[in-house]
């Protein structure tokens, strides 16, 4: 059982910058896909980001590109996203999320086996 615990959320101006972490239970940690997913009040969640097991190949949704890094340090078993230049319209609920193995798409939460508690993260205007 792979357990993933957000922190980094908080409230902040639009412009401004926050760094989430996720740090994950496990021994395989360097083996799993890692990704980033959010979801808003009233809407559905969403792919924000995600990073092979290397660290080597990142992927994000076209909303983040640009403003957003994903990383991680497989050393302390932890991904990172950091946001910058934040917008109003990216409040919502930031989940970590991990595949123990491929499982054919870095975008669709289905193929993600495990999920944090996640963190709020607000942008006020």
């Known amino acids: 059982q792979v357990q993933l615990v957000e922190s980094g959320g908080g409230l902040v101006q639009a412009g401004g910058s926050l760094r989430l972490s996720c740090a994950a239970s496990g021994r395989t940690f360097s083996s799993y896909v890692m990704g980033w997913f959010r979801q808003a009040p009233g809407k559905e969640r969403e792919f924000v980001a995600a990073?092979?097991?290397?660290?080597?190949?990142?992927y994000y949704a076209d909303s983040v590109k640009g403003r957003f890094t994903i990383s991680r340090d497989n050393a302390k078993n932890t991904v990172y996203l950091q946001m910058n230049s934040l917008k109003p319209d990216d409040t919502a609920v930031y989940y970590c999320a991990a595949q123990q193995y491929y499982s054919g798409s870095f975008y669709r939460s289905l193929n993600y086996h495990y999920w944090g508690q996640g963190t709020q993260v607000t942008v006020s205007s």
């Open positions: 990073i092979s097991w290397s660290g080597g190949n990142t």
